[in-house]
């Protein structure tokens, strides 16, 4: 006789059924739900702002008008990507521009002015030991100190006795450790600034040749008003205008001038002096840089400071690493000319002339004649490529403006003859006066500046990309996440469906047998409660 099912064995049968049929209807929901890379493509074109993709997508539109918004779409896609193709090799160009400001100021320094006589050796200073150890240097003798008899008849001529008394050797025997100086020599045979300074202003109040410094060029000893080289501090101006700067009277000393017999270096066809305005962190470079000033004349002298600011390469070909030398601190082309002169000497003849850096040994007057002078006018006429010295990136010089007047005048010729105790005919062939100022209290700046950057470059690229696609940034990430939701159901996915284990066929074969010996063993009938359907064996939704 059967037994009749118990309340819990009544209650158990339809409960485990029920979780058995949740378990694989969650499974088919959650795989509903999840959009599949065709459902990412359709929802990105209907939500996406590039214009023209749901209209070639879209079941609405015809063939033909799909056909148009295709053509009509590729179109403003090459415009696009023409129109970026050029923006970008213009930015690859790396294009420059040259802007100009005037820059009003309360006072400016002062530049450093560098005179310079024509002339090098005076000739009331020459003994019988300058001419004999330095004669062949000046073109007046050969090799072995005799005197050319060209040298003679032109002494004889200018009536230069001083002098032919001085040439003749006959009697006279050199020192035997005599060893001349070159720097020496020059600093002692020059033109002496104390005596060619009749009056200095700045200002207009009083200066000295104290307020000079002295340094040594190719045109032998020089001097420098303001070079900041002995300790004060720069000048400064306040105002523009002549009287507001330096004012200076000079005698050149034309009667010291050393007689031309010949063709060299040391010798000058000119009187007058060789004037450079330059700024204090670059040497003078005045017998390539240097304006004449001539006697007989005031000279004015209206300047301007310019500040350039150059760009590094790409952009530009100025020079923005430190100079690399033993003799100079700060880069500046006059710095690189003087610092290859000198290597080049050194090189070529194993000393250096007077007004070179360095400690290496000065060239003897022998020297300068048979090597220094002519490879140094070689260097500087005829070699190209030893010296390539390349624009700083940050410079200062002075535009100039010069006008003349003649000096002295008729009313004022006796007078100053009568002052400095010359002639009028002195007065007039050796002195002059020279005026430098500032045009006004301003200075130009002109600045090298990027033409075109990446900010020029997104912006050209975004407001295109508005004008033929209607796009923007937030589209561009709009597309990257479609791409990324894609990557992820197709790529992800399969690797993910790789790795998960599956079941073996013997496993779930004798899990039902199990399944289906305990259902048997509890001895219920699959319809137990009254108006429920047959929904099957517990086993079949394990199964």
Request: proline share 5%; net charge negative; charged share 20%.
């Amino acid at each position: 006789m059967a037994e009749a099912p118990t309340t819990e064995s009544v209650a158990l049968g339809p409960s485990k059924k029920s979780n058995a049929q949740e378990t694989p209807l969650k499974n088919t929901e959650s795989k509903s739900l999840k959009p599949s890379w065709r459902e990412l493509t359709v929802s990105f074109v209907m939500r996406t702002k590039v214009h023209g993709l749901k209209f070639i997508f879209s079941p609405d539109k015809s063939i033909p008008q799909r056909v148009i918004w295709i053509m009509a779409f590729f179109l403003c896609i090459s415009l696009l990507c023409t129109w970026s193709r050029n923006r970008i090799l213009y930015l690859m160009s790396y294009p420059a521009v040259t802007k100009i400001y005037m820059v009003w100021a309360h006072n400016m320094s002062f530049p450093a002015v560098t005179i310079c006589n024509k002339n090098v050796f005076r000739v009331s200073t020459l003994t019988k030991e300058d001419l004999y150890h330095s004669g062949y240097w000046m073109d007046l003798m050969y090799h072995n100190h005799t005197v050319m008899e060209k040298s003679l008849s032109i002494l004889r001529d200018s009536h230069k006795q001083g002098l032919l008394s001085l040439l003749d050797f006959n009697n006279y025997n050199p020192h035997p450790d005599y060893r001349i100086n070159t720097t020496e020599m020059m600093g002692r045979l020059g033109h002496q600034l104390e005596e060619m300074l009749l009056d200095c202003r700045f200002r207009g109040e009083i200066c000295t040749h104290k307020n000079f410094s002295t340094i040594y060029t190719r045109y032998g000893k020089c001097y420098t008003f303001n070079s900041g080289l002995d300790g004060n501090p720069l000048l400064t101006t306040l105002k523009g205008g002549t009287g507001n700067g330096l004012e200076i009277m000079l005698d050149i000393q034309q009667d010291e001038y050393l007689p031309v017999w010949g063709e060299t270096d040391e010798t000058s066809y000119e009187a007058g002096i060789k004037v450079q305005i330059h700024s204090q962190d670059e040497p003078p470079f005045i017998d390539q840089l240097g304006f004449g000033v001539a006697p007989g004349f005031q000279t004015f002298v209206s300047c301007q400071q310019q500040l350039l600011q150059y760009l590094p390469p790409p952009w530009g070909d100025c020079k923005s690493t430190p100079i690399d030398s033993e003799f100079f601190s700060t880069y500046s082309i006059t710095a690189c000319r003087i610092d290859c002169e000198t290597r080049y000497l050194l090189e070529n003849c194993n000393c250096r002339m007077v007004h070179m850096p360095g400690t290496s040994t000065v060239c003897t007057p022998e020297q300068y004649k048979d090597c220094a002078d002519p490879a140094l006018d070689f260097l500087v006429e005829k070699d190209n490529d030893y010296c390539v010295c390349q624009t700083p990136c940050n410079m200062t010089r002075y535009g100039k403006e010069l006008s003349m007047v003649k000096i002295p005048s008729k009313a004022s010729a006796k007078y100053l003859a009568k002052k400095f105790n010359k002639t009028e005919q002195y007065i007039g062939e050796n002195i002059l006066v020279l005026d430098i100022f500032f045009e006004a209290l301003n200075y130009e700046k002109i600045e090298q500046k990027k033409a075109y950057e990446i900010a020029g470059l997104l912006g050209d690229i975004g407001g295109q990309m508005g004008l033929f696609i209607g796009a923007s940034v937030l589209t561009i990430l709009e597309i990257f996440d479609y791409l990324y939701e894609v990557f992820k159901d197709k790529v992800l996915g399969y690797f993910i469906r790789k790795k998960r284990p599956q079941r073996c066929q013997s496993d779930n074969l004798s899990t039902c047998d199990t399944l289906r010996s305990h259902s048997d063993s509890l001895g219920f009938t699959p319809n137990m409660l009254p108006r429920h359907p047959t929904l099957g064996n517990f086993e079949e939704f394990a199964c």
